[in-house]
């Protein structure tokens, strides 16, 4: 054993699921998603760019 206990992926930062800005339809992402990824609603067709601010996810219109 050692110490090198702390190489688990950083999952914890990707989101699964997002409310569509223009519709408010909830939109699950099987893959998860985190910033700088796109991320399209199933809706409406609206994509969005995931972006970080404060520690919270942003969606600005693609
Ligand atoms: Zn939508």
Redesign the pocket.
Known sequence: MNDFDDDSPPASRRATAFD?V??S?NNPVDDGFGPDDEVT?Y??G?VFVVAESNGKLKFKPA
């Open positions: 569509c223009d519709c339809a609603c809706y409406c609206s």
